[in-house]
């Protein structure tokens, strides 16, 4: 029996964070990952040798692991955390308390009491940090330091260093010796980093791909027409012709560097964020790579609609998605197509599951595919490819990922049905035979490049880059520079074309960093200048970006009077707050679309009301789904609806201990307990059979919350069951825990902020 091969790519990326004019990187986040996601990535798979997989390596993110590990860079984040904390100045302490709480509040905070005392006596919801400086000690202030640098330590290393153990148990009140001795441990873990993948690729257990050099979109840098073969109206810069050799230099550089570190050169290319067009393929074959991988929806638009997902997430003719193709003129370059459902499932929302019943749902679904190739081919098996960030989800994971990943390897080299493979192995095994004539033009993500141009702000980054470039070029050609100030500004350029930078211009994306974001890229291009002896033009000393963190939702307006019914009046929600659904992982987003689009909020003079907006209809995009209300303030509460004979019964849960907690108890939760038909409904699409009428609640002693679902979901929670006071902050979020599926969140990270109004007041103002 073939065996469906299980193909996961972990792409690892960081920006270019440094400064390479003065030596200096403003951001930590190089150090902080390797010494907790990609040394813990590595001694996943070596517990479990059996287990093969392929491994991206971004250059830029090589270049600067090495810069770490040798010492070579001035880390700020590094030098304040190595200061006494006794010899702080002011502005070092208020960095200390902006930057020091960069961490996920839930699984990488909460968990550790002492780093959660200094968490709320920051309020960062509400203090800044000078507001909130008085009341930190120098006791405080070293135990954050530590803390801090302590969470960014994989989970395994603990497990495997009995020293570090018994320093987190500690748990407060080190010494400046101690701290100093983490800081050195944490450097000496990076610096394992780079010889450990070198050791799996050695031993054939990872296959290590690469991507050019800074991260570039290829296509645009190839031309930045080709924007419109998937976005026909959109706007374009000012100068829209690509740069080629450019392109060549960052390939040429990945292999190089590449083939230093590792041995050997990389025969399998990541494009930066899955980007491609036909045009780039003869330079992608000519620096020597044979494969390269993109998004099922680029294989979509390329076959013009003969493979895609049906309304249910089902995948149209599998057995042209589950393959490789060749492509390029000569049809020597083979590319495969990840999954991007599956992906999204480990990005995004198995972290809200049981570990063990995630990882069964993930192999079921690859085993269902299987099953549904073979019954349309019989040979080859099915190439199952999912590829998704290998750092940045595991965050959102309450142990890091590490239950999950350990039991998805342990269960997979054991499994019956499929195969766990390098990328290169499989082609070796079943090299593709179909061709694909042209190559659609788009990236990962909607299969188009909006988040790089288009925006205004993209475009008008565009531009400074090719002025830059132009006058570099002129300089170049007028002579009397010094060849290495010449190099070092194509140095400069080159990080500037990279994709991170155009990622948080625009409203797609952004951070409490975006102005930091967009202060590097400037710098970039000022440092072309600096090199050269000129004078920076004015326009690089302006920010590109017109907003720091764009805020995702509106405040209510007025008080609403909604008949709850499930079906929408447009003057019954007229005065509500609205959320529109959006990615908020900032480097990460998902492409596959959840329950939920958008919800809406707000205020009756005894209610607090919710609608829930879905893709078709609430009764049968929500049917068989647990809809969980989960308040932070004024106090914690959860009001569960579930979904009986029916109707919907609503229950008042509060936090208890050894549950999840928000949620309810792990036996009363479905989505612990994935049943086959979720895994198969990938590849049958069977969906479940729409509700006709709208379902009202059963309410229960403990709470007079009520919900009706039809078109969509309307909700009322009284306000008396909050136990707050008119003008108290009001923090919630929602999550939705389908049967025999992954539970889904809204906003997916972070938490909805109003106040409690005055019910006496028929117009009122919430401020925030």
Known sequence: MNKTTLAILWHQHQPYYPDDLTGETLMPWVRLHAAKDYYGMALHLLEVPEFRCTINLVPSLVRQLLACSE???????????????????????????????????????????????????????????????????????RDLQVWHNLVWIHPLAFERDAELAEFRRQAQDWTEEEKSWLLDKQLSIVREVLPLHRQLADSGQVELTTTPFYHPIMPLLWDKRLARQAMPGCALPRHVEGYPEDLHEHLRRAV????????????????????????????????????????EEILACSLGGAVGRGERGDVRSPELL????????????QIVFRDHALSDLIGFQYQRMNPQAAAADLLERVRAIGQAVVARRATPPALVSIILDGENCWEYYPDGGVTFLRTLYRRAVSSEHLRPMTISEHLEQFPATDRIERLFAGSWIAHNFAIWIGHEEDNTAWDLLHDTRQRLIHEQHRGGHDPEALQRAWNEIYIAEGSDWFWWYGDDHNSAQDELFDWLFRKHLQNVYHLLGLRVPGALLQPISRAAQRRRWTQPSAFLNVRLDGYVSFFEWLGAGHYAVVSERGTMTQVTGGRVKELFFGFDDEHLLLRLDTPINAAEDLADTEIHVIFLQPRERTVVFRPRDGSYHAQAVAPASGTSRHSAPPDERSSNHPGPTAATRLATATPPAPATTAATVTTSARTAAAIAVAAVAEIAIPLAELAGQPGEPLRFYLELHPAGGAPERVPQESVLETRIPDRHSQLIEWIV
């Open 71 to 141: 010492g070579r860079v001035r880390d700020r984040h590094l030098e304040i955390s190595r200061k006494p904390a006794d010899g702080l100045t002011e502005e070092e302490a208020l960095y200390l308390l902006d930057q020091f709480f960069m961490a996920n509040p839930e699984t990488m905070i909460r968990p550790f009491p002492r780093y959660m005392e200094l968490y709320q006596q920051r309020r960062p919801q509400r203090d800044t940090a000078r507001t909130a400086l008085p009341r930190f000690s120098t006791r405080d202030l």
């Open 256 to 295: 190089a560097l590449h083939t230093e570190q590792f041995g050997r050169p990389p025969v399998g290319l990541w494009p930066s964020e899955g980007s491609v067009c036909e045009e780039i393929l003869p330079l992608i074959a000519e620096h020597g790579f044979r494969w390269l991988a993109t998004d």
């Open 322 to 333: 589950y393959q490789p193709w060749r492509c390029g003129e000569d049809g020597l370059l």
